[in-house]
């Protein structure tokens, strides 16, 4: 009789969670920031004038969404760690 997949030394449902804060929480800012600059080069591109405020915009942005990422990244070694276990 075999063991059950989710059953075993090898399985940790930390670790499970632990990948999936990780991986889910990246893919929001990853396509987040796709989009921001994909429009301020757009932008740009249409209006040359207003290159430094739309720059400035877009750098603004970029940080808040990079900081989604950071806490997405503490989140999952919170519980990598055992921390909320």
């Given amino acids: 009789m075999e063991a059950p997949l989710l059953q075993g030394p ?3 449902p930390r ?3 632990t990948a999936l804060a ?3 929480g990246t893919i929001g800012p990853g396509i ?3 989009l921001l600059v994909n429009a301020a080069l757009g932008a740009i591109g249409r209006n040359p004038d207003a290159a430094g ?3 400035l ?3 603004i942005g970029i ?3 990079e900081a989604l990422g950071i806490f997405a990244l503490v989140i999952s070694l919170l519980l990598g760690l ?3 276990s």
């Fill in 10 to 12: 090898l399985f940790d």
């Fill in 15 to 17: 670790l499970l969670a």
């Fill in 22 to 24: 990780i991986g889910l």
């Fill in 32 to 34: 987040g920031l796709g």
């Fill in 53 to 55: 405020t739309i720059q």
């Fill in 57 to 59: 915009n877009m750098f």
């Fill in 63 to 65: 940080a808040f969404t």
């Fill in 82 to 84: 055992g921390i909320f």
